[in-house]
């Protein structure tokens, strides 16, 4: 079913819509006169659609048609934990410091963690160049336009780029963190042995905090919403 409506408001970089039957998370299209714009439904507060575009609000007037699209993808839930496969094989990296003293198995989450200009990128590139996998799905969110073009430098045929520069609408970068990890999952049910890369963890999490502020949401516990957790 598709609900359709009206633009209310535009506040913040947000839309307001009287969306009728719209639900949390439901894919959305904001037509202008120039063009038409995608967005997600964040929150709903007293029969108002709170709605995050993926680009800039440009152009949305009062009155501007909004309706759902259920035709967007979808982005890949994470298996159950029953599911999941025991972490019984080692990952091989390609970093010597890595693989000799510190091994990764396959299937395991790891974060890399430092202050600012520490090597941090450096040392993820270097695992993306060398590690042993059949594909490579990089998430470069939140990145500067130099540091996008370093990333797309790098990659050969079996890596997949999907970067949202922090110049994008937070809404953008939180959904191509979500396209990365969809990608990522499609190519392992393949049976492909994929390796997800997530630079960086801090800026998805500031863009998660933009879209709470705007939707009303209160902070929390270092100045995060509760829904960044």
């Known amino acids: ?85 025991p972490i019984d094989r080692p990952l091989w990296t390609g970093v010597r410091a890595i693989d000799g003293l510190l091994s990764i198995g396959r299937g395991a989450r790891v974060g890399i963690f430092g202050a600012p200009g520490t090597g941090k990128s ?30 797309h430098s790098i990659g050969d045929a079996r890596t997949t780029i999907v970067c949202a520069t922090g110049d994008r609408p937070a809404a953008r970068r939180v959904r191509a963190t979500q396209e990365a990890f969809g990608l990522a999952d499609r190519l392992r049910r393949r049976g492909l042995h994929v390796l997800l890369l997530f630079d960086s963890l801090a800026r998805y999490a500031g863009a998660l905090r933009e879209l709470g502020v705007a939707s009303g949401e209160g902070l929390g516990r270092g100045g995060f919403p509760p829904s960044v957790s």
């Open 1 to 85: 079913m598709i609900a359709r409506g009206r633009v209310r408001a535009v506040r913040g970089g947000v839309v307001h819509a009287r969306l009728p039957l719209a639900a949390v998370g439901d894919a959305v299209t904001i037509a202008t006169l120039a063009r038409r714009i995608a967005g997600r439904v964040e929150a709903i507060v007293e029969g108002i659609s709170i709605v995050a575009p993926f680009d800039t609000v440009d152009g949305i007037a009062i009155g501007s048609p909004i309706c759902t699209d259920p035709g967007a993808r979808d982005v890949c839930v994470a298996p159950d934990v029953a599911q999941r496969a």
């Open 122 to 151: 450096s040392l993820v590139r270097a695992i993306v160049a060398n590690a042993r996998v059949d594909a490579v799905v990089v998430a470069a969110i939140g990145e500067r336009g130099r540091e996008a073009q370093e990333w």
